[in-house]
């Protein structure tokens, strides 16, 4: 009962950060890279050194570990998280996924990106993150994901990761989360695989992308319910 009472006392915790995030971004706009400076700049519970929007990397290995495998012709696999602030998906497939990797985080926040570089490195009372596999690797980098061009060519990448990143960037109108899907297909490889997690409903979501990614294959997967809520995995697939 004692460690019940423990667990029941984090998950609050966490959920009232959450609250406290989600009522200063209130009728804010999530495109607005400032914004997410100040969020990213706020100081974590506990020793978590990492936070999540929706869900984190444990949540979402079920769905991504048997992608990588079926994708290891390409050794390591090339992985490219758009719009990844802190959260523990970049860290997580780089520390635990049992195949190669070579993972890529962007974000327009630096402040973000100073955040898990120094994670990466052993900062902030960390030891430095060790690889689940001796060939994988992890890098971060300031990056608009509506312009890639900085940072990756076409083609390059086998998976795209975007977790909440159309749904920040089309609160500012959806021409600009056109544009972010645009750059996505543009450095995924012919027959790699986006993938977009969100809460939002697939009578929305999947026509948008429906549009925005003719001449590719768009479906949908239920991930949860995690706290009580139903995510949706939007999975935009090349042709083999």
């Known amino acids: 009962m004692a460690a019940l009472r423990r667990t029941f006392h984090v998950a609050t915790l966490a959920a009232g950060a959450r609250r406290a995030l989600a009522g200063s971004l209130a009728g804010s706009c999530l495109a607005d890279r400032c914004l997410w400076d100040k969020v990213h700049a706020q100081p974590r519970v506990g020793s978590v050194p990492t936070f999540d929007w929706f869900f984190g990397y444990d949540e979402a290995q079920g769905l991504l570990l048997p992608l990588l495998q079926e994708a290891q ?18 860290t997580g497939l780089y ?15 630096p402040v973000a990106v100073a955040h898990m570089n120094s994670l990466l ?9 060790c690889p689940g596999h001796p060939a994988s690797h992890l890098h971060f980098m300031q990056a608009d994901a509506q312009n890639l061009e900085p940072v990756a060519s076409s ?26 899907l645009s750059e996505c297909l543009r450095v995924l490889s012919p027959q790699g695989t986006l993938i977009q997690f969100s809460d939002e409903d697939p009578d929305v979501r999947l026509p948008c992308l429906e549009q925005g990614s003719q001449g590719w294959t768009v479906t949908v997967q239920e991930l949860g319910p995690f706290r009580g809520i139903t995510y949706f995995a939007y999975l935009v697939q090349g042709s083999d």
């Not at 520390?95 to 926040?109: A, E, I, M, N």
């Not at 490195?121 to 993150?129: F, M």
Request: glycine share 16%; hydrophobic share 35%.
């Open 73 to 90: 012709a390409t050794c390591p696999l090339r992985v490219l998280d758009v719009g990844c602030g802190t959260s523990s998906l970049c």
């Open 95 to 109: 520390t635990k996924c049992p195949h190669p990797v070579d993972v890529l985080g962007v974000d327009f926040s």
């Open 121 to 129: 490195e052993g900062g902030q009372g960390q030891k430095p993150l």
């Open 155 to 180: 083609g390059s990448f086998q998976l795209v990761l975007d977790k909440g990143t159309w749904d920040a960037v089309a609160r500012g109108g959806l021409p600009g989360a056109y544009q972010l």
